[in-house]
């Protein structure tokens, strides 16, 4: 951004009672920019059925918002409706690449977003919505197997949903879906789980690569048998050898190991 368009910008904080007020994505993934700005750069998005904090209002229709990993960003509020009463029922984050409702924006849910079933009826945060296909499901799969059946789809930065992800939007996914927690970017995620030998790697460990000045910069899934998922250009499989990812097509190096992470399992 300019520096003369930023100084147009002005945002006041806002009260502790603003604070609290709850929102919710309705839909289906939303960019979550680094300025507030549409040409600003997408670090990260606002899935479906989520729900998010404002913390700052901006220029026009610009807030600041945190997610419940409380990762920022500046979306647009008129993506958002206010939590107007508790949530009840039991949550679900879909794990189908794509799935089709009625009663959704455009018809379709991407993998990632958050849908609830309360009495017998599917909720979409505080809409009543219906699958039109097969009934969803908690993923009953591990890491592996789910970010394998994610293949082909395309990388796209800032992206954490089956209609394209980064690499750590693909891991965070995939460790959402298996009961686990853990933060947003790959430099971020470096930090969880046990430390991991590579002579020791089994399914499901989560590699990390370093740039050449060892500042983690990618991310991805070990099978235990030498190979890798990860997003890059799209999800796909590459192998890990000596250290390295070692693309499939050509056999050459693209990504250096800085070290192997185990989370939970």
């Known amino acids: 951004m300019e520096v003369e368009e930023l100084l147009r910008w002005s945002w006041k904080p806002l009260t502790s ?10 839909l289906s993934h939303v960019p979550l920019r680094a300025e507030p700005s549409d040409r600003a750069e997408c670090v990260n998005e606002v899935l479906a059925g989520e729900k998010v904090q404002i913390r700052q209002k901006g220029r026009g229709h610009w807030v600041q918002v945190a997610l419940p990993d409380g990762y920022m960003g500046w979306m647009d509020d008129r993506q958002l409706r206010p939590v107007t009463k508790e949530w009840m029922g039991q949550t679900l984050c879909l794990s189908a690449l794509s799935s089709s409702w009625s009663g959704v924006a455009g018809g379709a849910l991407p993998a990632g977003a958050v849908v609830r079933i309360d009495q017998g009826k ?10 039109m296909s097969e009934t969803p499901a908690a993923w009953a799969g591990d890491m ?10 395309p990388y796209h930065w800032g992206g954490r949903s089956g ?31 046990a430390l991991v030998q590579l002579q020791e790697v089994a ?18 899934l070990c ?8 997003a890059s250009g799209e999800v796909r499989q590459d ?23 185990r989370w939970g399992h």
């Open 122 to 131: 599917w909720m979409l945060g505080e809409d009543e919505v219906a699958p």
């Open 17 to 26: 009672l603003e604070m609290t007020t709850e929102f919710w994505c309705h």
């Open 223 to 230: 099978d235990g048998q030498g190979h890798i998922l990860h």
């Open 203 to 220: 399914i499901n460990d989560v590699a990390f690569f370093e740039n050449a000045e060892g500042s983690i910069t990618h991310v991805g």
């Open 239 to 261: 192998r890990l050898v000596d250290g390295h990812i070692l693309r499939q097509e050509d056999d050459k190096p693209s990504h250096k190991l800085a070290c192997i992470r």
């Open 163 to 193: 209609w394209g992800m980064d690499c750590s939007g693909l891991v965070q996914l995939a460790a959402r879906l298996c009961g686990v927690e853990v933060p947003r970017d790959a430099s971020q995620q470096v930090k969880s789980g």
């Open 144 to 153: 592996w197997q789910w970010a394998e059946a994610m293949k082909g789809v």
